[in-house]
């Protein structure tokens, strides 16, 4: 008759380094050893239940060089995809970083939840008010268990 039961995390989990694998390695073997099961231990509940797992298309979009005052650039366009099972929740969406201010949200179909499967689309126009190099970010903060915070590079060049 096993001494106790244990369990395994119920969401997807990163380990940081291997030095973390090695102990939670360790401590299953641990476990197993003693007589112990392998969980759910009873009253737990049935298993893992579904989530949203936001995705984006894209990492980073680049502009290249762009005209000062020349009007938004033709945008680009980020999508939005929920991977996971249960409908996904965006909590807010925002542009940030030292040049946030010469890039612009044109289009966004605007869903606060994703449907499994489903996706929302996000378009950017650039449109440097000086010369140089920019960068921002656009920041999406959803209820995705492990990406609560998710970003899309925004890069281009303000030129004459």
Partial sequence: MPSACFGLPKTKTEFQNAREVEVAQ???AAHLAHGDTLGPCEGEGEGEQPVGDI???VDNLNYGPYP?????S???SVFVQNLGA??????????????SSEFHIIYDTGQSSIAPEGQRVISIG????????KQAYLTLVSDDPDEHEVSVSLVG???Q
């Fill in 26 to 28: 360790a401590a299953v």
């Fill in 55 to 57: 995705n984006l298309s």
């Fill in 74 to 76: 033709a945008y680009q």
């Fill in 86 to 99: 249960a409908d996904l929740a965006i909590l807010a969406r925002f542009l940030e970083g030292p040049d």
């Fill in 157 to 159: 060049k303000g030129i």
């Fill in 126 to 133: 650039f449109d440097p008010a000086t010369e140089g190099d």
């Fill in 68 to 72: 000062v005052s020349g009007g938004h």
